[in-house]
């Protein structure tokens, strides 16, 4: 018998904007004006929380962050094509998610300085609180999409992770999974080229993350992460499709972590940084402002007005969350439903030692 | 001699345990040519190379998996953990198969790993970045679970964990990794493993903890001196097997009073394993009710509270005074 292909595949890449800003017209989605322009406001403010977090740590105001400049882009349109009630499962670089899907930004900040409380997920929506064990949360998406499937309420669930976290055994059985069920999920996976110091060539010999939906029979495609027409154009072909009920999507959005991976690391240990040059040419602050100036939606004036009025709201935000104050005992609350004798009797103690 | 930090003391004792052993190797994520995120294996890729030093994807299973393959076929794998709460990741792995190869393999399979993990916290890190493990893994038979608290017991410790033959979870308190500094010998030495330490000499209440609370243990002692009550201080240095040579009991034999301090949440530890052995071994000799003073049942909270959960010198001071008039 003669050898035949059992299986071939291909990977489509999505890109929209070139660097001038000029879309490319056969992909450039329908989207209203002030959609168009909202967007850009979101990932505005969102870059401001971002660099201030970054900023509150360095002065010893606030604990470990982890930005995410260079990805507002994924995070953003994932969470202005989400619906309220659909289930998000983010990892700890998606604050700018968050943000879009109207956390408060005071809370966000409470957070980092410290305070569980800051991890209360706002009744609107039905995110998770963001999961710190890397691509721990990827596994979970399904669960949720299972369920959402199973009481036909419509709901699709999205999971957030980045290219390191596709080496974790949770990524591969995520899409295993949802792939046998044909589930309501989208996997986004953020490949920002660096898991801390480790560069995506050190992460796996497979060419594209996107590939690797092939191995789980689902849809796979990749697309410029730091493009926000790219990322409406391929999540909410996504998203059609698990709403329809066609079956999960893997989404890889190319983009690059500006930052260092926490505000504990120091990339100059394992980066030049003139590597990030030609990346800052692709970034969404200078090519999708581009497209909107062309598009006559943008201009120095507005933008004047935006950059005061986010200084505005930041600030706003941090004093709020600085005057945040809450008791340690809360500690005891949160532990299970209903507290234990054996806590009460801790929390008693406590209370004694403490005056608190 | 010279004078190190816990960190320091720790990378020393892996330079020296892969140049005189070319079996042992290093593996975890970014160990190699980030040196660790702590530093811990700073230099180790450019002096042993990348095959003897490697940087992995990121996958702690995998981690523990493949150092499970590494140290059947005659390697002794050093396999970081980045953060204690990530060991949890690899737990199917250490418990089902590292505890009980030689089990299983009736003797035949030894499994020489030495995973090494930051615990504990009071450095205002993320969640799953401070946790004690030890309580989970000293419960599993088979595996030996080693804690040292400053620079001199974690080299020695270091060194008699990678020699050995089963696989041990070595602890290293984060907060000690610079806070502390100690004359560290240049030249091999081992620590046993097993051996807890009599740190100080006293006769009124025996005083035991290990790791990241043996700061704040000794500093309660002192304080309890100044009101009049000389404690025997031990550190347990390893937590399975726990004291072999019965410093504990042969102190509470003196003492006849015996509190215990203990990071982790209270409940289920380490803490109460060492009253049981005393309560079986020295029952006859006590004089109060064996004391534990530890974390709350709680999640270790967030930064801004974290220093509630952590056992303090007022509440160990408080416990040594009950246990002394009781």
């Known amino acids: ?356 | 001699m010279t004078l190190m930090t816990t960190i320091q003391a720790i990378n020393a004792g892996l330079h020296q345990e892969m140049g005189r052993d070319g079996t042992v190797i290093a593996l975890g994520e970014d160990i190699g040519h980030e040196g660790g995120v702590f530093r811990a294996t700073d230099g180790l890729q450019a002096k042993f190379g990348k095959e003897r030093v490697i940087d992995t994807p990121l996958a702690e299973e995998n981690i523990i998996a493949t150092s499970i393959g590494m140290a059947a076929a005659g390697l002794r794998p050093v396999p970081e953990i980045q953060f204690s709460g990530f060991v949890g990741v690899a737990h199917n792995h250490i418990v089902n198969h590292c505890a009980r190869l030689y089990y299983r393999s009736r003797g035949k399979t030894k499994m020489p790993i030495t995973i090494r993990t930051p615990s504990g916290g009071g450095i205002r890190a993320l969640e799953h970045h401070c946790e004690c493990i030890e309580a989970t893994y000293a419960h599993v038979p088979g595996l030996k679970v080693v804690c040292p608290s400053n620079p001199y017991d974690a080299k020695g410790l270091l060194a008699s964990a990678i020699r050995g033959d089963c696989t041990t979870l070595f602890e290293e308190p984060t907060r000690l990794y610079r806070s502390i500094k100690a004359e560290v010998p240049d030249e091999e030495y081992t620590v046993p493993i097993g051996v807890a330490n009599v740190v100080q000499q006293g006769d009124k209440v025996t005083l035991v903890s290990w790791g990241p609370q043996m700061k704040q243990t000794l500093d309660a002692a002192e304080k309890a001196k100044e009101h009049g009550i000389l404690c025997e201080v031990i550190d347990l240095r390893t937590i399975s097997p726990l004291d072999e040579t019965d410093e504990v009991v042969k102190s509470v034999r003196k003492t006849g009073r015996l509190v215990v301090v203990q990071e982790a949440p209270k409940s289920f530890g380490v803490a109460a394993e060492v009253i049981a052995r005393v309560n079986e071994r020295a029952f006859d000799s006590l004089q109060a009710a064996p004391m534990r003073v530890c974390g709350w049942d709680t999640q270790l909270p967030l930064g801004t509270n974290e220093d509630f959960f952590i056992p303090d010198i007022k509440r160990i001071l408080t416990a040594v005074q009950k246990s002394a008039g009781y």
């Open chain 1, 1 to 356: 018998m003669p050898e035949t292909i059992a299986f071939s595949g291909h990977v489509k890449h999505v890109s929209v904007l070139d660097e001038e800003g000029n879309a490319d017209a056969s992909l450039e989605p329908t989207l209203s004006q002030e959609e168009l322009v909202r967007r850009y406001v979101i990932m505005s403010t969102t870059r401001a929380f971002d660099r201030k977090a970054v900023s509150l740590q360095r002065q010893g105001r606030s604990f470990t962050y982890t930005p995410f400049e260079g990805q507002e882009a994924i995070q953003v349109t994932a969470a202005r094509l989400l619906d309220p009630k659909d289930w998000a499962f983010p990892s700890y670089r998606e604050s700018a998610f968050y943000l879009a899907r109207g956390a408060p930004m005071s809370m966000l900040f409470t957070y980092l300085k410290g305070h569980e409380d800051g991890m209360a997920i706002p009744d609107k929506t039905n995110d998770f609180p963001l999961s710190i064990p890397v691509g721990s949360q990827i596994a979970h998406a399904p669960g949720a999409a299972y369920a959402n499937k199973l009481l036909k309420n419509g709901k699709i669930a999205i999971a957030f992770f980045g290219d390191g976290a596709s080496s974790q055994g949770d990524f591969h059985e995520a899409l295993n999974f949802s792939g046998i069920y044909k589930l309501p999920v989208v996997f986004i996976c953020t490949n920002n080229q660096y898991a801390i110091s480790t560069p995506r060539m050190m992460q796996t010999a497979s060419e594209t993350i996107a590939q690797r939906a092939m191995g789980y029979g689902i849809h796979g495609v990749q697309a410029d992460g730091m493009d926000p027409l790219a990322m409406e154009h391929v999540l909410s072909e996504a998203f059609d499709r698990a709403r329809k009920g066609e079956g999960p999507t893997l989404v890889e959005a190319i983009a690059y972590r500006f930052g260092p991976h926490s505000t504990a690391d120091d990339p100059k240990k394992y980066r030049e940084d003139a590597e990030a040059d030609p990346w800052r040419k692709l970034d969404w602050a200078v090519r999708y402002r581009k497209y909107l100036e062309r598009k006559g939606l943008w201009n120095n004036d507005v933008q004047a007005k935006l950059d005061a009025a986010i200084v505005t709201e930041v600030e706003a935000a941090v004093a709020k969350a600085e005057e945040f104050k809450d008791s340690p005992s809360q500690m005891f609350d949160f532990v299970y439903p209903q507290m234990t004798a054996e806590l009460q009797r801790q929390k008693a103690e406590f209370s004694e030692v403490y005056g608190l």
